[in-house]
């Protein structure tokens, strides 16, 4: 009996689009200069407020990079998978 994975049954999503790296990099650029305007005025708060904004533009582009490779590697085993049921059958 053949057993299929439950990784065929996913739904495939989108992988990070053009406008979510454009997302990431203008909250990047944002941090940039809130922290920079921080640094300059000695508004620490400021300048701590510009940092996490970097740190959470870091992070939508780490999530879309781990995003995509999980689709990618979930894609190649679908593919192995109804490559080996071919050839069952």
Partial sequence: MLCLSPLLFIPRQKSMTLEDKIKAAAKNAEGHLEAAAGAI???????????????????????GTVKDKVQQAAASVGDAIEGIAGKLS
Avoid at 41 to 49: C, K, L, S, V
Avoid at 57 to 63: G, N, T, V
């Fill in 41 to 63: 005025t000695g508004d620490e708060r400021m300048q701590t407020e510009g940092e996490a904004k970097q740190v959470q533009a870091q992070l939508m582009d780490a999530a």
